[in-house]
């Protein structure tokens, strides 16, 4: 039945069903005020009825390209606007190297850890790289930092901000030893000042604050990340109802995705983890459950390997699985100190 | 169906003459219409003064009728359209291919099935770059997750060809990725609009051509699906339940192959079983279950569903950087091992028997 592909509520659905208007055509000629009083419902829901069937009626009439659909974009298209995107690097070497770069936008990536491991670190260098002006290689955007433990502390931020910018005038100085105009003028204070901070404290704020954070960031159009730490853990105690959770993480999920892609975004989801009882034996997985290891584009497993910290490249629709190790400092995330360098690929 | 006073303005013979004698017999509504016993309404209409143009009026609401169905056929038919239409594309994997005689048969939904990270979308764009290359036709990508990744489409194109000439290589690349065309779609109701979108640019230039959708992959149906299945009301479940007759009914009617992808969830005694549940089982007419090893590179693939073949044939596959390569041939699961072995238990035992019998 066509009026069952109509996005409106399900008794208005049931109402004009009942009605015997099964398919679009049958009442798009009506006027609302007749629809109204057949279905016996206020003129305004009427109205709006009509205005959505007549805008799915619309879609149908309207040609697309040879066989395409209206809004699809060719390979070919894509290939060379991914070119124009630059990534939002890791101040890692290795880790930027096994994730072909850093980060990359309009993807959303998960960061699954142990607790220690760095998770709240790498997000908060992650947004403060992401405001490396673009003569640098950077993207000069801005983050919104959504914090559902309380772990974001603006003192770790603000070091992590000096060492930053340290580096910057440093390669600055190596690169452009002449140029007065590309001095930095960039402060610490210019960089927390473009960090956007949520703070939620219910799986419901949660909600509400990724629902709001469409209208937020079309009028702020230079938010390049959004980094949500950690996005699982209002959702892991006081759930009684686990096909509920389901349904509000895979929303969750959806909605995150069209984020990143309407607005090109990078979005970066920091988890937790549990164990899980597989061939026999107790083995660390992120939390959340089977559902919610689809809803990423990109997924990074950071864990230990001996007393060194490593990441693992999970899941990822074009880059390989590797490893690569990586220390915290007190400048952030930096490279590690060992002698061994490689890289191991899987 | 409708009520028979909104199909005036489209069919004028079905004015409100015709309707008034419709409602004296208490006929509001084509389905109205249905129920009643139409030799009896004919006699009827022989009483009144404009019978003529009733009774063409209720030929009209049976021709009406008639039009909402599929024509019928014969098997002649089924058989003569599945051999000219229905032929199948190699997903470019021989290890698929082997395990499905051929690869993906055209008017058929086939299904992949797997854990997170067991390869669906790598199977997905491996299939969407060989259909386009080998200039089958174009390809249809619908995405949920941001997964389509063109430069994982370049490198399945750009394997197996001579890497000399350059400029031409760049211009047949550029050919054959404008086939494929990927839209992102983020919820249930925009994948219906694209759909019916697509019904209706198919229907309306049916001559065929180089650009005509041979493949259609919907990567994945699972994650539109869940947010809204389960619940109080059942929407979501004949949302899902359309969604999925109207893949099979553009894959029958316009010969298009498509691919969609689920993902597991766990069921009883710790076994994962596919998400969507038992009515979504009998939709696919193919289902195929992947599964890879954690940290491997070695990817099993099973049949779970086949219309014609028995479950019970899997396939490996290497999942390497440029392409999926097939590792080791078809292995039998050791139930059939145990089966084949037993019989020639039972064989050798009865041969003992004999000469032991015919040497008394």
């Not at chain 1, 159009?221 to 389901?246: E, N």
């Not at chain 2, 009774?55 to 089924?78: T, Y």
């Not at chain 2, 890497?163 to 109701?189: E, G, W, Y």
Request: net charge negative; proline share 3%.
């Amino acid at each position: 039945m066509e009026v069952g592909r109509l996005p409106i509520s399900a008794s208005q659905r049931s109402k004009l069903i009942a009605a015997g208007y099964t398919t679009l055509s049958s009442f798009s000629s009506l006027s609302p005020s007749h629809l109204a009083r057949d279905l016996k419902i206020s003129d305004n829901e009427a109205a709006e009825i009509m205005r959505v069937a007549s805008h799915s009626h619309r879609l149908d009439g309207s040609a697309g390209g040879c066989g395409t659909v209206n809004g699809a974009q060719t390979a070919w298209d894509m290939l060379h606007e991914e070119e124009m995107f630059p990534r939002i690097t890791t101040s890692c070497e290795d880790l930027d190297n096994i994730l072909g770069g850093g980060i990359n936008c309009k993807e959303v990536t998960e960061i699954g850890g142990v607790p220690g491991i760095g998770k709240t670190q790498l997000g908060i260098q992650l947004a403060i790289n992401v405001q490396i002006p673009v003569d640098y290689g950077g993207l000069g955007g801005k983050a919104i930092y959504i914090d559902t433990e309380g772990s974001f502390m603006v003192e770790r931020a603000l070091q992590i901000a000096e060492a930053c910018i340290e580096d910057m005038s440093e390669c600055g100085g190596l690169l452009r030893k002449d140029s007065q105009a590309c001095q930095l003028k960039m402060h610490p204070n210019n960089i927390l000042e473009n960090i956007f901070y949520f703070r939620v404290c219910s799986y419901t704020e949660q909600i509400a604050l990724i629902n709001y954070l469409d209208k937020f960031i079309s009028e702020h159009k230079d938010v390049k990340i959004v980094i949500v730490d950690s996005v699982t853990f209002h959702f892991r105690q006081d759930f009684d109802d686990m096909a509920l959770r389901t349904r509000l993480l895979s929303g969750m999920a959806l909605k995150l995705m069209k984020l990143a892609k309407d607005f090109s975004l990078a979005v970066v989801l920091l988890n937790q983890v549990t164990t899980k009882y597989i061939d026999g034996s107790f083995q660390l997985t992120l939390a959340l459950g089977d559902s919610w290891s689809h809803s990423c584009t990109n997924r990074v497993i950071l864990y230990w390997n001996g007393n060194e910290r490593y990441a693992y490249i999970d899941k990822s629709p074009s880059l390989r699985s590797a490893s690569a190790p990586y220390s915290v400092t007190s400048k952030g995330i930096r490279n590690s100190a060992s002698n061994c360098k490689r890289i191991k690929m899987m | 169906m409708a009520p028979l006073k909104s199909l005036e303005q489209e069919y004028p013979i079905l004015d409100s003459n015709f309707q008034s004698f419709c409602a004296s017999h208490d006929i509001f509504s084509v389905e109205d219409l249905l129920l009643h016993d139409l030799y009896v309404l004919a006699a009827f209409a022989e009483q009144e003064s404009s019978s003529e143009r009733l009774k063409q009026g209720i030929a009209q609401v049976l021709s009406i009728i008639d039009g909402q169905h599929q024509p019928w056929l014969n098997g002649i038919e089924l058989l003569e359209d599945a051999q000219r239409n229905k032929h199948v594309l190699s997903t470019g994997c021989e290890g698929i291919d082997l395990l499905l005689h051929g690869g993906l048969r055209v008017g058929q939904l086939t299904e992949l099935v797997g854990p997170s990270s067991s390869g669906k979308t790598q199977v997905c764009l491996l299939a969407a770059s060989n259909v386009a290359k080998k200039h089958i036709g174009s390809v249809v990508y619908l995405d949920t997750g941001n997964s389509f990744s063109p430069q994982r489409v370049t490198q399945f194109i750009c394997q197996h060809s001579d890497p000399a000439i350059d400029q031409a290589k760049h211009r047949t690349l550029q050919k054959v990725m404008n086939n494929i065309s990927c839209k992102s779609v983020f919820d249930i109701f925009t994948m219906f609009d694209v759909l019916h979108q697509l019904e209706f640019n198919l229907r309306s230039q049916m001559q065929g051509g180089d650009c005509k959708v041979q493949l259609l992959i919907v990567d994945s149906v699972s994650s539109m699906v869940t947010p809204i299945l389960g619940g109080s009301g059942s929407q979501g479940h004949a949302l899902m339940i359309s969604a999925g007759y109207l893949l099979k009914k553009l894959a029958h009617e316009h010969n298009i192959a498509v691919l969609v992808t689920n993902h597991t969830v766990g069921g009883d005694g710790g076994i994962s079983k596919p998400a969507l549940g038992e009515s979504w089982k009998s939709i696919p007419h193919v289902r195929l279950l992947l599964s890879c090893d954690h940290g491997g590179s070695i990817c099993n693939v099973s049949i779970l569903k086949h219309p014609s073949m028995v479950e019970s044939f899997a396939s490996l596959f290497t999942m390497c950087a440029i392409d999926l390569s097939l590792s080791l041939s078809l292995s039998v699961r050791p139930f059939y091992k145990l089966f084949l072995l037993h019989m020639v238990f039972l064989f050798l035992f009865t041969l003992f028997n004999f000469f032991s019998s015919g040497c008394w």
